[in-house]
């Protein structure tokens, strides 16, 4: 098991970038496959993106492909999600989740461990 703590979120403007972090506790970071996912008010939580454990693969949701990217840094145990090009569309809370499969996958039942999540809210 590990725990996740994202930040980054915040209120910016709608053609802006925001850069959400979330860091894992525990040694097996490296082992883990990681996504993030988000969900507006009113609606299921969604996949964005998510990053195999050596980096390597990547997998991206249609409506977020060309303007966010997803990083990881294995020393530092953290993710990142960096979002560019912010529409009022994305305005979501927005989770980190680990999966302990190698498999980067989209579905929110592959994934054994989420944060807290973190706002982000995307408006003039």
């Known amino acids: 098991q590990v725990q996740l703590v994202e930040s980054g979120g915040g209120l910016v403007q709608p053609g802006g970038s925001l850069r959400l972090s979330c860091a894992a506790s525990?040694?097996?970071?490296?082992?883990?496959?990681m996504g993030w996912f988000r969900q507006a008010p009113g609606k299921e939580r969604e996949f964005v993106t998510a990053?195999?454990?050596?980096?390597?693969?990547?997998r991206y949701e249609d409506s977020v492909k060309g303007r966010f990217t997803i990083s990881r840094d294995n020393a530092k145990n953290t993710v990142y999600l960096q979002m560019n090009s912010l529409k009022p569309e994305d305005t979501a809370v927005y989770y980190c989740a680990a999966d302990r499969n190698l498999v980067v996958s989209s579905r929110s039942a592959s994934y054994d461990d989420w944060g807290q999540g973190t706002q982000v809210t995307v408006s003039s």
């Open positions: 990053i195999s454990p050596s980096g390597a693969n990547t």
């Open positions: 525990g040694r097996s970071f490296s082992l883990y496959s």
